[in-house]
């Protein structure tokens, strides 16, 4: 019977999947908006010196003596501080750490989603080689993943800070995610692999790891591309459309080193200034004297991270093996039987961070490993999305192998996605109550790191707020920027290492030089840390100090009187 055509119709029941996605997403806010206020209550946003810097370099654009995009500065990548600039604008939100956090958060949410989604669609599609017939074992799959994802206590940690590893590996899931559906449906090969490359170019724009993904997905997309692009079936228009979208993809995949490159050029006369200049991890490995025990050893390297993995997922020896060899078995599984076979891509950070870590100068310390410390250990989380992924399929390629071994298939796929979802859900719980009780290492590092630096912030921005409203400070921001953001002093009240032209060096014409030369003409307090070059200004110039701040392992801080109150009207322009 037709219905009536004046009669309203109700509006078509959603697909279940769309009600899936609509429940995790709410999840994965209610995760990361919980454990931002949690760390937030117990002052622990802030732990990471790098999460200060983020936050305060993305300040420095418009709140700066010399406000503009140069502030930006080389080494990090541009992307998550114009994502945080407008969110500290606020000064509350400046000092609070949220406006750092919320990008992180918003990554997190999107990471999660992109896991299920990716999980999901390789093994429910039509498209896919050998697709798993028992769409509730997909299912299971899917929810299993994202929850071994959403549920890791470093990564929880994490994304309620100011660094930058949710947001990357959100980027990286969903270029995943892209290049797999590109790689499954001819269909829709162009618009996938457009998206593809945006998410790559983001990825670019916001850590180093993604420069190598997006070669590595460049060379996979070419040869994937010969095979679609290139079948002899194809119209003419249709094959202009794809050689069009392949040449757009790799566009896209090269546009932001390329931007990055063209910055350090223009602004630093050195396209590599990121790589070796005075603030790059290769000088500051020689001005330290940093350990690297995978130097020049890639099998070292390779096996440092890996264990970096373990440690971000378990803190037992066994378990985190244990996920591993699980992570092994999904993976070849997914190779030969085609079920998933797109999310191999997510083990590129292996060979990215055994070749930096060997050759790269960019160190791990493992507190079960020699040096026996904490240091980088955080870069495990790479590996979480290929973990959440692959432990899962591992499983249910064990399950299903064993109940074709013992001739019970029928009776065990009726039970499999039950077995399936509880062996996880142990798997899972044993891990992380382990990790939830030993704290999570990549929030150890940062307690660990901190302790003295956050000290001496604290106790330089109690002296900070006593001075006058309006006075102008010279300091070296360096390490201890948090200072001034604790004491809620405006940056662009201090004269610092960013006031000049950065192709320049040194700038003769430069604020930051001429106080340095000068400092009791330009500024009307001098905050010093020992060894630094305002420190070291202070002191060749015998200027008054009125205050001295010592704290355990960390720099003496002193405050010099600056400019005497008769000169104040010569103000630095």
């Known amino acids: 019977m037709k219905p009536h055509p004046l009669k309203p119709q109700p509006p078509p029941p959603k697909a279940y999947s769309q009600i899936e996605i609509v429940r995790l997403v709410w999840l994965a806010i209610f995760v990361s908006v919980f454990s931002f206020l949690v760390y937030n209550r117990n002052n622990e946003v802030l732990l990471y010196g790098d999460a200060v810097a983020h936050i305060n370099i993305a300040r420095r654009v418009f709140d700066s003596k010399t406000p503009g995009l140069l502030q930006l500065g080389t080494v990090w990548l541009p992307l998550p501080h114009l994502l945080i600039l407008p969110f500290v604008?606020?000064?509350?939100?400046?000092?609070?750490?949220?406006?750092?956090?919320?990008?992180?958060?918003?990554?997190?949410?999107?990471?999660?989603?992109?896991?299920?989604?990716?999980?999901?669609?390789?093994?429910?599609s039509e498209g896919?080689?050998?697709?798993?017939?028992?769409?509730?074992?997909?299912?299971?799959?899917?929810?299993?993943?994202?929850i071994i994802y959403c549920a890791n206590p470093n990564l929880i940690y994490m994304q309620s800070t100011a660094m930058g590893e949710s947001l990357y590996l959100a980027?990286?899931?969903?270029?995943?995610?892209?290049?797999?559906?590109?790689?499954?449906?001819?269909?829709?090969?162009?618009?996938?692999?457009?998206?593809?490359?945006?998410?790559?170019?983001?990825?670019?724009?916001?850590?180093?790891?993604?420069?190598?993904?997006?070669?590595?997905?460049?060379?996979?997309?070419?040869?994937v591309g010969s095979l679609f692009f290139g079948h002899g079936n194809q119209s003419r228009a249709v094959a202009r459309t794809s050689r069009l979208a392949l040449m757009k993809f790799i566009l896209l995949a090269a546009i932001g080193p390329a931007l990055w490159l063209a910055y350090n050029a223009a602004v630093y006369r050195n396209p590599l200034q990121f790589a070796n200049g005075p603030y790059s991890a290769r000088a500051i490995a020689r001005q330290t004297a940093t350990v690297n025990p995978a130097n020049g050893n890639l099998w070292a390297a390779a096996a440092y991270f890996l264990k970096s993995a373990e440690l971000n997922v378990s803190d037992s020896n066994w378990i985190g093996r244990l996920w591993l060899a699980l992570a092994l078995v999904g993976s070849l599984g997914a190779a030969f039987t085609g079920r998933g076979r797109g999310a191999l891509?997510?083990?590129?950070?292996?060979?990215?961070?055994?070749f930096s870590l060997a050759y790269g100068s960019v160190p791990i310390f493992l507190p079960t490993w020699w040096p026996f410390s904490y240091y980088n250990v955080r870069y495990g989380l790479?590996?979480?999305?290929?973990?959440?992924?692959?432990?899962?399929?591992?499983?249910?390629?064990?399950?299903?192998?064993?109940?074709?071994?013992?001739?019970?298939?029928?009776?065990?796929?009726?039970?499999?996605?039950?077995?399936?979802?509880?062996?996880?859900?142990?798997?899972?719980?044993?891990?992380y109550a382990g990790v939830w009780r030993a704290e999570p290492i990549?929030?150890?590092?940062?307690?660990?790191?901190?302790?003295?630096?956050?000290?001496?912030?604290?106790?330089?921005?109690?002296?900070?707020?006593?001075?006058?409203?309006?006075?102008?400070?010279?300091?070296?921001?360096?390490?201890?920027?948090?200072?001034?953001?604790?004491?809620?002093?405006?940056?662009?009240?201090?004269?610092?290492?960013?006031?000049?032209?950065?192709?320049?060096?040194?700038?003769?014409?430069?604020?930051?030089e001429r106080a340095l030369a000068d400092p009791t003409k330009y500024a009307d307090y001098i905050i010093g840390f020992e060894g630094d070059p305002v420190w070291q200004s202070a002191k060749d110039r015998h200027l008054m100090e009125f205050v001295e701040i010592h704290t355990t392992g960390q720099p003496t801080a002193v405050l010099f009187q600056g400019r005497t109150p008769n000169r104040n009207s010569g103000q630095a322009r």
């Open 89 to 124: 604008v606020s000064n509350k939100m400046w000092q609070s750490g949220l406006g750092g956090s919320i990008p992180s958060m918003a990554g997190f949410v999107l990471g999660v989603l992109g896991i299920f989604r990716l999980v999901r669609s390789a093994l429910t």
């Open 128 to 146: 896919e080689m050998n697709p798993i017939a028992n769409d509730g074992v997909a299912r299971t799959l899917a929810w299993a993943a994202a």
């Open 171 to 223: 980027l990286f899931i969903w270029a995943v995610l892209y290049f797999a559906e590109f790689a499954r449906d001819d269909a829709k090969s162009s618009r996938s692999l457009t998206r593809c490359g945006v998410c790559l170019a983001a990825a670019c724009l916001t850590r180093y790891d993604g420069w190598f993904l997006a070669a590595s997905m460049v060379i996979g997309v070419v040869a």
């Open 345 to 354: 891509w997510l083990w590129t950070p292996l060979p990215f961070y055994a």
């Open 382 to 431: 790479q590996l979480l999305p290929a973990l959440a992924v692959f432990v899962p399929l591992g499983i249910f390629f064990v399950v299903q192998s064993a109940a074709h071994i013992g001739r019970i298939k029928s009776s065990v796929m009726r039970w499999s996605s039950a077995l399936l979802l509880l062996s996880v859900v142990l798997l899972a719980t044993a891990s």
């Open 442 to 512: 990549s929030y150890r590092e940062a307690v660990i790191n901190s302790r003295g630096r956050v000290e001496l912030d604290k106790q330089v921005a109690g002296w900070l707020k006593s001075l006058p409203p309006n006075s102008t400070l010279l300091m070296y921001l360096g390490q201890h920027v948090g200072a001034l953001q604790q004491a809620g002093i405006p940056l662009r009240r201090v004269i610092n290492e960013g006031n000049h032209r950065p192709w320049k060096q040194p700038d003769p014409d430069g604020l930051w």
